[in-house]
């Protein structure tokens, strides 16, 4: 594409559901923002353009495209930086191979993905495929720490409007089952680097005979880096996956394993496969040589297992006789059969583990009935978290979302803080022997004795990001005067190098009594008591509790992460809006083709276009851009006060006609204004023509819904087709284009 730093704003192109709705939205953006001669560029970070900017030497000249992602990446560290970034797929192996396979069907002649590749030009291709799969787009844009929180006024509408949540009672079965040790928790080491132990450090693994692999070479290590290695035990996780699925079963709940096979994309998946192998323990036992010829992978679920043994009948009574003896599943689709292990991808723990907790600790069997469920999170770091909200809820009741005050983020994740379980510093120990790194003066930092098959880890966290972190914290709490929890935990060995930073800002800034330092467990009872008496707490964490935390609290509060308000104030000045989480972007998607209904959302595209606005009004000192941020809130406040977001069900306002009535009232905003006169006599005809115009628009867009729609692709769709099905209404198209 064009470059980018040219337009004032960049909205991003990415995929499924928040990718549709910007057929319909992007039109309606470029209409209004042209008053105010501001230009909206679109980078291509879409898992498609991913792996097509990837492979040119694979494609003709005009298939090819330019690496929109790599230069998004240097634009963030620009002051002038002002980017809305929707929610991306962050692609598992068997989304990744998905997306190969469309893009090959429509005419792109890329490479397979070698599962297990063989010789230098396959393992050339893994990598760069390996480079895309997981959470490859956010650590490049992050270029700043989070601030996450409800917009007042979506916070006042879930208050006066509550959304629907399950009873929870004391009796209730569903519970949190992780290891009780050897896991990421128990066996972590960490340490801040010093000026005499910086420079490019060496993973290393040193098998039994003393022969000394490099695992990772050339990886940096700054001065003040806090530097963490753990590993968890293959064995200990066996041990412990099967003493839950019985524990299940005698407990008469359901199995669910809840893991984040995405954003940690090496340990996840590995964990995922054990998983499974764990459920099908009999069968590995007997037909393992069978399943290794059939290219049976456990990593990528039972799904794709259950599609390369399907030939054989023999493994697959021996499937079915085993399912027999388990407990029930936890169901991502009981009318399909999709079941809590099929795809990794598919269970997501923070958006799976919310929605149980929304639901009263409930979850859906195998024939679509509700009941209690054994939530199976193996390493401990996190999972207390949802284990204290499971026990606060058991003891207090369902939150009270009318009274209800709200938890604010303030989340570490700058400079790809806290990658933890993420390439290229994970690994599957490949023998027994010790993992360590050596640091580039020679000194050890830090060293485990694996097991073949222990997952290894490290990670870290930069100097510059913690103190901005920091800084971000404390001004949050000055804005807003709210209870600050930094969720730290003491006992745990990355928590407590991170503490060495906070302790002494926080006494700096004469500050220190306006904030807690509390482990996970304890900070979660604490925010859960605070937002129950209706007042505020603001959660200060790493970037992993971030990603959990802002779907949690939402999700609770608001019946959605997808309505938050996500800025990413950049370090070097610039502005990232973030527009919320696409977890059920695919199901979202399904219902589109199926029945030309699109329920997303756009409330979080709604925010973040407002708060755009008025940056680029602050950093441009364009007045005009500050009017339209401003008539942006009053169009959401409009498209909330008046319940014009979007329905579920085929024949109710879909994201189409909630794009309609915020053009509607993002007009009559405008043309009611005072501050900019020529502006309002600008908009005043189009916000006539717009309500002139809604009979027909509306009666355009519900005639549109029922019959199935053709987008020409899934991963990446035609924009044809994509504009046909997503603007179907020529009188508004007539009004905006």
């Not at 001669?37 to 353009?49: F, H, K, Q, Y």
């Not at 910086?198 to 490099?214: H, N, Q, R, Y």
């Not at 007997?286 to 043994?309: C, H, I, T, W, Y």
């Amino acid at each position: 594409m064009a470059d980018l730093s040219k337009p004032d704003i960049l909205y991003t192109i990415v995929d499924e559901a928040p990718e549709l709705a910007s057929a319909s939205f992007l039109p309606i953006i470029r209409k209004f923002v042209s008053a105010a001669g501001i230009t909206v560029g679109t980078p291509d970070i879409s898992l498609a353009g991913r792996i097509i900017s990837t492979f040119p030497e694979y494609l003709t000249e005009e298939q090819r495209q330019s690496d929109d992602l790599a230069a998004l990446g240097e634009l963030v560290k620009t002051p002038g930086a002002n980017v809305i970034k929707l929610p991306n797929i962050s692609a598992s192996v068997p989304q990744l191979v998905a997306a190969i396979e469309e893009l090959q069907a429509q005419g792109y002649a890329l490479p397979d993905y070698p599962e297990e590749p063989s010789g230098d030009e396959e393992k050339a291709v893994r990598a760069k495929y390996d480079g895309i799969k997981g959470s490859a787009v956010n650590p490049v844009l992050r270029e700043g720490n989070s601030d996450r929180r409800s917009a007042r006024a979506v916070k006042n509408y879930a208050q006066n409007n509550p959304h629907s949540m399950g009873a929870w009672t004391g009796d209730s079965k569903t519970k949190v089952s992780s290891m009780p040790g050897n896991d990421f928790y128990a066996n972590e080491v960490s340490a801040t680097i010093t000026a005499a132990q910086a420079g490019d450090a060496k993973i290393e693994f040193v098998a039994k005979d003393g022969t000394v692999t490099v695992l990772k070479d050339g990886w940096p290590l700054e001065e003040g880096t806090v530097a963490d290695a753990t590993f968890m035990s293959a064995k200990a996780l066996g041990a412990f996956l099967a003493e839950a699925i019985e524990d299940t079963k005698a407990d008469g709940t359901m199995f669910s394993l809840h893991m984040k096979a995405t954003m940690m994309k090496v340990s996840d998946p590995i964990i995922f496969g054990h998983a499974v192998k764990a459920w099908l323990a009999p069968v590995f036992e007997q037909f393992g040589a069978e399943m290794d010829a059939l290219g049976v992978n456990p990593n990528s679920g039972m799904g794709d297992l259950l599609d390369r043994v399907s030939g054989n009948a023999e493994i697959m009574a021996a499937i079915e006789a085993v399912t027999a003896e388990r407990p029930s599943m936890y169901m991502v689709d009981s009318d399909k059969g999709i079941t809590n292990l099929h795809v990794p991808s598919d269970v997501i723990i923070d958006a799976s583990m919310p929605a149980v907790i929304r639901a009263g600790g409930k979850g859906w069997d195998e024939t679509g009935a509700k009941g209690d469920t054994n939530c199976v999170i193996p390493d401990r770091c996190y999972a207390t978290v949802y284990d204290e909200t499971i026990n606060f809820f058991k003891a207090n009741g369902a939150l009270d979302v009318t009274t209800a005050g709200a938890v604010a983020n303030v989340g570490l994740m700058a400079q790809k803080a806290e990658e933890y379980g993420s390439h290229p510093t994970t690994f599957e120990a490949p023998a027994d022997g010790t993992i360590r790194v050596v640091l580039a003066n020679g000194e050890t930092l830090h060293s485990h004795d694996v097991e073949a098959g222990d997952i290894w880890r490290a990670c870290t966290v930069k100097k510059a990001p913690i103190e901005n972190w920091i800084e971000l914290a404390l001004d949050r709490q000055r804005l807003t005067g709210s209870e600050a929890i930094f969720w730290l935990d003491a006992n745990r060995a990355h928590d407590a190098e991170l503490i060495k930073y906070v302790r002494p800002a926080l006494e700096a800034a004469g500050k220190a009594d306006l904030f807690q330092i509390m482990a996970p467990r304890e900070a979660t009872a604490q925010s859960l008591a605070t937002i129950t008496s209706g007042k505020d707490s603001i959660a200060i964490t790493g970037n992993v509790l971030r990603d959990y935390l802002t779907d949690l609290f939402p999700i609770l509060e608001l019946g959605t992460s997808a309505k938050m308000l996500s800025i990413v104030k950049l370090m070097n000045g610039g502005g990232l809006f973030e527009t919320g989480a696409g977890g059920s972007a695919p199901k979202h998607v399904q219902q589109l083709v199926e029945q030309n209904h699109l329920r997303w959302d756009s409330m979080g595209e709604f925010c973040a276009l407002g708060e755009s606005l008025n940056f680029l009004a602050d950093v441009k000192g364009n007045a005009r851009a500050g009017v339209l941020g401003r008539a942006a809130e009053d169009a959401t406040q409009g498209i909330l006060d008046h319940n014009k977001s979007p329905e579920r069900k085929v024949g109710q306002p879909d994201n189409r006609d909630s794009h309609y009535w915020f053009a509607r009232y993002w007009a009559d905003a405008l043309a009611a204004q005072s501050d900019d006169a020529d502006l309002a006599a600008e908009f005043a005809p189009l916000a006539k023509a717009l309500a002139d115009g809604e009979e027909a628009i509306l009666a355009e867009l519900a005639a549109a819904q029922g019959p199935a729609a053709e987008i020409g692709g899934y991963y990446r769709p035609s924009v044809e087709l994509k504009a046909k099905v997503m603007r179907p209404s020529a009188t508004l198209n007539a009004i905006v284009d």
